[in-house]
């Protein structure tokens, strides 16, 4: 049997989301670069921020990335 567990979002992703939720508005961009903002963040309330278990974000230098 498998069991299915409810993610909870961390405080960090929270708060992300709460800022994005007041600046959406004012933020710079198109209809398409709004709508890739739309789908970042439903993917972010969906799964959280990447982890290193996620295979994808494994050996990302976000740090370097950050620059």
């Not at 800022?19 to 209809?31: C, E, H, Q, R, T």
């Not at 970042?40 to 309330?45: G, N, S, T, V, Y």
């Amino acid at each position: 049997m498998n069991m299915h567990t409810t993610r909870v979002n961390s405080e960090a992703e929270t708060k992300l989301v709460d800022i994005y939720d007041k600046l959406a508005s004012s933020l710079p961009g198109d209809d398409k670069v709004s709508a890739a903002r739309e789908d970042a963040i439903a993917a972010l309330k969906e799964f959280g921020l990447p982890t290193r278990r996620v295979e994808a974000w494994h050996y990302t230098d976000l740090r370097n990335l950050m620059r």
